[in-house]
């Protein structure tokens, strides 16, 4: 079964900070606020077992130093899976990161980070996850950022088995969000406002029987990097990546994991 959705009062449920989550438009554009007292969040309503989610985003504007504006695929449990952007903000006129990370079974530390080659906050831009047996990928417009390949190796593990329903929040991360958490949030700048439209999930939906139904038409369900493609992304990690857990020796003194030696 198929999804493709942009409603968000008939596909998300608000999971907190209720007060400030303002669906608009009739469902068509949602904004998620944070203050001193609380962030707030949603969640979707149904779980996707593969599938290519996409949202458009427009970040919160001027000085967001400390904020974290979230938008990931988790499943549920202590050995979760997880497909994360977050994007952390900063001082006006610094760029934003922009920070991934794949969790298979509870275990993450595979962070990439990157700057965006446009201003996030002017306008809406669509941030995308591609998630089939084959690879995840990370697309903003339309671009690939980075790739996470299911190397088939028990000491790669991948995340494939474990539906996972669409999470967004904004919250304060001011510990670590920005500079390492040298700059704090500036509270006097609250309500930090972040605004979504244009969800699309083509995916497969959980059934009921546990099972997630995909069929091989489905051009997402085999998609990898073609030539293009691939240029682009080198293009994208050779400009624009700040970070990259593969080239962190000190982090790992015992030795890189082992997709790092596969390029993933």
């Known amino acids: ?21 303002k669906v608009l438009n009739n469902g068509e554009l949602l904004t998620l606020s944070l203050d001193k007292d609380s962030g707030s969040a949603l969640l979707s309503k149904k779980e996707y077992l593969f599938g290519k989610i996409s949202m458009q985003l427009k970040l919160v504007p001027g000085n967001s130093a400390g904020t974290v504006t979230s938008y990931y695929l988790a499943s549920e449990g202590s050995t979760w899976d997880e497909i994360d952007f977050e994007f952390l903000g900063n001082l006006s006129g610094d760029p934003y990161t922009v920070h991934t990370n794949v969790i298979t079974g509870g275990k993450g530390d595979r962070e990439q980070q990157f700057h965006l080659w446009f ?47 669409i999470h967004s929040s904004i919250w304060n991360g001011e510990d670590w969000a920005t ?27 959980l059934g009921s029987s ?33 970070y990259n857990y593969c080239f962190d020796t000190k982090r790992f003194p015992q030795g890189l994991p082992p997709e790092c030696a596969a390029k993933t």
Request: proline share 5%; glycine share 4%.
């Open 1 to 21: 079964m198929s999804a493709f959705a942009r409603n968000f009062s008939q596909d998300f449920d608000i999971t907190w900070g209720s007060g400030r989550v």
């Open 119 to 165: 201003d996030p906050t002017a306008d809406f831009h669509t941030y995308s996850i591609l998630w089939n047996p084959h690879v995840i990928i990370f697309y903003v417009d339309n671009t690939p950022i980075r790739q996470f390949k299911n190397l088939k190796s028990d000491k790669v593990p991948f995340p494939k088995s474990r539906a996972m329903k």
């Open 179 to 205: 500079r390492g958490g040298l700059v704090k949030t500036d509270w006097s700048k609250a309500p930090f406002t972040a605004s979504y439209r244009n969800f699309n999930a083509k995916a497969c939906i």
């Open 210 to 242: 546990g099972a997630g139904p995909c069929m091989d038409s489905y051009s997402w369900l085999a998609k990898e990097l073609d030539a293009a493609s691939l240029e682009r992304l080198i293009w994208v990690q050779k400009n624009f990546m700040i």
